[in-house]
């Protein structure tokens, strides 16, 4: 009897002492190490994510409310998108060059009088950035522009973009210079709606896209403005973005070996351009590294 009570006190004892071992082992060796943060990038409020996984990477201010200029087009995109329709025929208004102008916008150099599909426009509203571009297309999808933009916020709360307005259809400053805003967070639940629709992805991945004369419509060769097609390998889109108040923006996504990473940059100084395309470079190295 002695001697069982003896075996079974050694055993916890034994048992104590495993125990007392383990929890002094480092930290380390009993979880994965915690990759340092991204460096060097260069924007104000900032969100990369696996799209592949739906696993938030990195962020920067997540939920801050900013102007975010053209990154607008692409809920423009959406809303036309969703409508569909992509043959009808509009003609270009004097009022939609004028608007342009006026506003030393993006443009898609639109000639007065051309009759192109609206497939051709969403081309020259999302490469080049025209506002000519969008401005024809909330007129003819609305019906008319104000429709079109309560078609846009009404798009957003339905897919729970909560910290977003859009006062206009293309983030031009106006009414004020703030009256377009989102978030890091919103603008990326945007960019997976827009990238889940093939057409879409097909059009904001080329670096190029030209519409051959007609009898009906001039010849237009439009580039991309997201040189990061250009530069970084697996860069799919999606838009550039800029007015003196939001800075130089930038939403993009690129996939390598079965992994898709989506992010944003905003506000990325607003004198230097490339700055954005930096930062988006650096955020994704640091995403397919550590990701």
Same mark, same amino acid.
């Given at each position: ?37 991204? /460096? ?19 962020? *920067? ?16 995109? %959406? &809303? &036309? ?12 208004? =004097? ?10 916008? @993006?443009?898609?150099? %639109?000639? &007065? ?8 426009? %969403? =081309?020259?509203? %999302?490469?080049? $950035? ?17 429709? !079109? ?14 910290? /977003? ?10 009414? +004020?210079?703030?009256? +377009?805003?989102? $978030? ?7 960019? =997976? ?21 007609? $009898? ?24 550039? @973005? ?16 079965? +992994?898709?990473?989506?992010? &944003? ?11 954005? !395309? +930096?930062?988006?470079? *650096? ?9």
């Amino acid at each position: 009897m002695r001697r069982a009570h003896l075996t079974a006190a050694l055993s916890a004892a034994v048992c104590v002492l495993a125990a007392v071992q383990l929890s002094a082992l480092p930290s380390a060796q009993a979880s994965p190490l915690v990759p340092a943060p991204p /460096t060097g990038v260069v924007a104000a409020a900032a969100d990369l994510i696996n799209a592949t996984s739906g696993q938030r990477l990195w962020a *920067r201010n997540l939920n801050a409310r900013l102007p975010i200029a053209s990154l607008t087009k692409v809920m423009t995109a %959406l &809303v &036309v998108l969703a409508d569909g329709g992509l043959d009808r025929k509009i003609r270009v208004t =004097e009022a939609a060059v004028q608007y342009a102008a006026a506003n030393f916008a @993006g443009s898609a150099g %639109l000639h &007065v009088g051309d009759v192109l599909t609206a497939r051709q426009l %969403l =081309e020259g509203m %999302l490469l080049p $950035s025209g506002a000519d571009a969008a401005y024809l297309l909330a007129t003819s999808y609305g019906p008319g522009r104000p429709a !079109f933009v309560r078609s846009m916020n009404a798009k957003a709360r339905s897919l729970g973009m909560t910290q /977003t307005n859009f006062a206009n259809f293309d983030g031009l400053p106006w009414p +004020t210079p703030t009256a +377009t805003y989102s $978030s890091p967070r919103d603008l990326l639940i945007m960019a =997976e709606a827009a990238m889940k629709r093939p057409n879409f992805v097909a059009m904001v991945g080329q670096r190029s896209y030209l519409v051959r004369a007609t $009898s009906q419509n001039h010849r237009y060769y439009w580039t991309n403005t997201d040189l990061l097609l250009a530069s970084y390998p697996g860069a799919i889109g999606i838009k550039t @973005g800029f007015t003196t108040a939001a800075g130089y923006c930038l939403l993009f996504d690129a996939r390598r070996g079965g +992994t898709d990473l989506m992010g &944003v940059v905003l506000d990325s100084t607003d004198t230097n351009a490339n700055m954005r !395309f +930096t930062a988006a470079a *650096r955020l994704l190295n640091w995403g397919f590294a550590n990701g």
